[in-house]
T-cell receptor
Framework: NAGVTQTPKFRILKIGQSMTLQCTQDMNHNYMYWYRQDPGMGLKLIYYSVGAGITDKGEVPNGYNVSRSTTEDFPLRLELAAPSQTSVYFC?????????????FGPGTRLLVL | AQSVAQPEDQVNVAEGNPLTVKCTYSVSGNPYLFWYVQYPNRGLQFLLKYITGDNLVKGSYGFEAEFNKSQTSFHLKKPSALVSDSALYFCAVRDYRGSYIPTFGRGTSLIVHP
């Protein structure tokens, strides 16, 4: 299993540009998450999904959109990039089965908005 | 509501000495508690979790954590630190009766000196 994969690894955007961060998992997990990590701030939840076709906002959803058309994929869309969105983005997944709910994280996407 | 606190931004320890990384939590019901580790330029990796049962939980790489309900703490410990343990450590909690989404602490940077 490849686990959770994310693309791209690094991207530079100009203010106002848009892009999609890709996330794919091959573990048949039902839950998927997007986090951003800023220095000294820990992980902030952007959006999450409990299954295909179901998404919900996390703590910091403004400026982002998501979709979940399949179990495997959970892309994160930035429509109008702003400098405040400079961060490292992590996708994660988990399988809610009784209490077995360890999260598996991707390697991250480093985004710089200039 | 659920929350978690990691009171130390950084912990310094000499190689071979015992280490402790602190975590306290707040939930309205019973907690599910997790520790994750993040090595430089990598995603988070699961270390260990407490769901129920023994208060002392053993995890990967020789780490263990002790659940203390009266002190609402879940400190991460290792008897003898290695330089390779240097990383960022995150504690996470969720209330077993609440949302299935865990809350992460801000992270503690562990530096092990040779």
């Amino acid at each position: 299993n490849a686990g959770v994969t994310q693309t791209p690894k690094f991207r530079i955007l100009k203010i106002g540009q848009s892009m999609t961060l890709q996330c794919t998992q091959d573990m048949n997990h039902n839950y998927m998450y997007w986090y951003r990590q800023d220095p000294g701030m820990g992980l902030k939840l952007i959006y999450y999904s409990v299954g295909a076709g179901i998404t919900d906002k996390g703590e910091v959803p403004n400026g982002y959109n998501v979709s979940r058309s399949t179990t495997e994929d959970f892309p994160l869309r930035l429509e109008l990039a702003a400098p405040s969105q400079t961060s490292v983005y992590f996708c994660a997944s988990s399988y809610l089965r009784d209490v077995q709910e360890t999260q598996y994280f991707g390697p991250g996407t480093r985004l710089l908005v200039l | 509501a659920q929350s978690v606190a990691q009171p130390e931004d950084q912990v310094n320890v000499a190689e071979g000495n015992p280490l402790t990384v602190k975590c306290t939590y707040s939930v309205s019901g019973n907690p599910y508690l997790f520790w994750y580790v993040q090595y430089p330029n990598r995603g988070l990796q699961f270390l260990l979790k407490y769901i129920t049962g023994d208060n002392l939980v053993k995890g990967s790489y020789g780490f263990e954590a002790e659940f203390n309900k009266s002190q609402t703490s879940f400190h991460l410990k290792k008897p003898s630190a290695l330089v390779s343990d240097s990383a960022l450590y995150f504690c996470a909690v969720r209330d077993y009766r609440g949302s299935y989404i865990p809350t992460f602490g801000r992270g503690t940077s562990l530096i092990v000196h040779p």
